[in-house]
């Protein structure tokens, strides 16, 4: 499983994978960090699809066409404002299952995530990774397709935390 995982530091909105994860709000309509670059980068016809798309709960995910982006897909995930109860993970591990399901369902073999609700929502990242790669090593463990799935962190401290969780992992395995 953990084969079909990589890293990649920058801009999600520069890579050519299938879907693009856009860490959005429940509105759907637009905001700022990740969600501004998407908008931004996509161009006019996003905002106006995701009008039509009656918003989104927490936890879950709306999968749109990516149009000016190199990706074909963008799908809006609606990850938790942290608040330390224990919603949070769950709601956090479904944005990364429902984003993982549109996938599946919509015959995109590579995905890309940013960090959810890890900037403004404040969810802390130590924490936040553990979750993300618990949900894609159990979603791809137990389904075909995606074939290859990307974390894409903007920051390098960030982009350096998930090379130690995921390198904690590959040793775990080989034990
Ligand atoms: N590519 C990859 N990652 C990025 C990019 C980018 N272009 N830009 C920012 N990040 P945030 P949230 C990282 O705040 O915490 C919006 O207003 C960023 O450094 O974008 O889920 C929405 O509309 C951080 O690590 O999303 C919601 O209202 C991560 O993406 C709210 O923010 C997520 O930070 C969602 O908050």
Redesign the pocket.
Known sequence: MLDKIELYQ????RLGVDAIVN???RSLL????????IHRAAGPELLQECRTLGGCETGSAKITKAYRLPARFVIHAV?PIYSGSPQDPLRLAGCYRTSLRLALENDVASIAF??????????PIADAVQVALDATVEFLATHDAPARVVF????HQ?FTLYQRALAVREEGRRK
């Open positions: 920058g801009d999600i909105t860490a959005a709000n637009g905001g700022g960090g990740v969600d501004g670059a990850g940013p960090a959810i609700s890890c900037g403004v929502y404040g969810y894409a962190l903007f920051s960030f």
